[in-house]
């Protein structure tokens, strides 16, 4: 059932192509954008930018700067994206400017920690709201929760093994759903803002509530809101028309998310004053509660189809980086292989499925998301430091869609500035996330460098042709 594809050439005796299809159009590229970009966090605790700055009218200009600042990191993917046409996001541009050994390590930490970690905190937040409506107003089982949310997990993973289209359709349906959610919440709040409703706003910039000092720490909130914008670059080789589709779907995902969460946090302060936000466990429940009455109970569900399209955008992704690694040596060659009559990469769609499932039931895995938040932000930021330096190492790429190179400075500056901010709030945890990612050296040493490895143990990983 499977096919070995390491570097996309024929295989098998009747010399037949077996590779990912083109199956990713523009609206598909849009709906893995927004949703994977919108999570939980907008309709549940939206408020570490206004508890960082203070006040309602920074919390806006925040806001919208990081939605600034992300379309900034996206076009500087889309420019990689249409120059760098192989699948892989993050480690295929790594290893295209800085080598392999760079590269592995970043797809060592997301394959023993990352990936596994944000899959299970995410489908955790599915488990816990997909079964609120059923056990109100009682607190849900903690096992009922877990076991919830591995039912998610398989099904996710079971859906990205059957079909491509299937995939791509529910994440387009998913993605609707939680705009549906979010105009639920922006047309009621912008009706009562019209009507006057404005006495939340009255000295929205009153500079004696604004923390200076809390400033970075509203950054990094909201351009973690904002992170998702890189996975459409995972799959660029199942994209029809990458040239065109990559930066129109970046650029379109951007706007509509900026403007949802914008939008978004006007509502919420129409209708709640800022300590009502403040003290709200899930801000989108207060919110109807407050608006819509019983129609409430609907809130969890919405919440639960967000986080869903989340899991479903991120899986469909990811597995590609496991894919194109494989191809390149630096994983198990089964994990290249693809299925010949539904053309998915089965194996490497389940590779995180034992980590995702053994962190839910037996890991810290809030814990462990706080020692690597800040690598994301580190190898983005070498990622984009990888397209200015393949603008000089590099000058003759072909580079159908270019950004000026302010935009590619600014957001690395921004992304080692994030670096940096880890490193002095929290020294403890970003160390040990430090760590674990330095792992990857002698892992990369043992695993593919050395050469000489005896040939029962190159069997066992796979990584040359028995």
Known sequence: FLRKNPSGKPQGADNRRVELGKKVT????????????????????????LKHTGSVGMSLIVWIACGVLSLFGALSYAE??????????????????????????????????????????????????????????????????????????????????????????????????????????????????????????????????VKLSGMPLAFYSGMYAY?????????????????????LAISISMLVVTSCYVLTNV??????????????????????EKMMGNFSIAVPVFVALSCYGSMNGGLFAYSRMFYV?????????????????????????????????????????????NFMSFLRWLFIGVVVLGLIYLRYTKPDLPRPFKVPLFIPVVFCLTCFFMVFLSLYSDPVNTGIGFAIALTGIPAYYIFIYYNHRPKWIQRVLWLVPT
């Open 80 to 209: 990689l994206g249409t120059c760098i046409k192989k699948s892989g996001g993050h480690y295929t541009y790594i290893m295209e400017a800085f080598g392999p050994q760079m590269a592995f390590i970043r797809l060592w930490a997301d394959l023993i920690a990352i990936r596994p970690a944000a899959t299970a905190v995410i489908s955790l937040a599915f488990g816990q709201y997909i079964l609120e409506p059923l056990f109100m107003p009682c607190d849900i089982p903690p096992m009922a929760v877990k076991l919830a949310t591995a039912i998610g997990i398989t099904s996710v993973m079971y859906l990205n093994s059957m079909s491509v289209t299937w995939t791509a359709r529910i994440q387009i349906f998913l993605t609707f759903s939680k705009l549906l959610a979010i105009a639920i919440i922006i047309v009621p709040g912008l009706y009562q803002l019209f009507k006057g409703e404005t006495r939340n706003f009255d000295n929205a910039f009153e500079l004696t509530n």
């Open 227 to 247: 992170a998702g914008w890189f996975y459409l670059n995972f799959v660029t080789e199942e994209v029809d028309n990458p040239e065109r589709t990559v930066p």
């Open 267 to 288: 509502a919420y302060y129409t209708v709640m004053t800022a300590e009502e936000l403040l003290a709200s466990d899930a801000v989108a429940v207060t919110f109807a």
């Open 325 to 369: 690694a494989s191809r390149e040596g630096h994983l198990p060659e089964v994990l290249s292989m693809i299925h010949v009559r539904r053309h998915t990469p089965l194996t490497a769609v389940f590779i995180l499925y034992p980590m995702t499932i053994l962190q839910l039931f037996v890991g810290d895995i809030y814990s462990l998301l």
């Open 26 to 49: 523009l609206l598909r590229g849009i709906s893995i954008i927004i949703g994977t970009i919108i999570g939980a966090g907008i309709f549940i605790s939206p408020k570490g930018i």
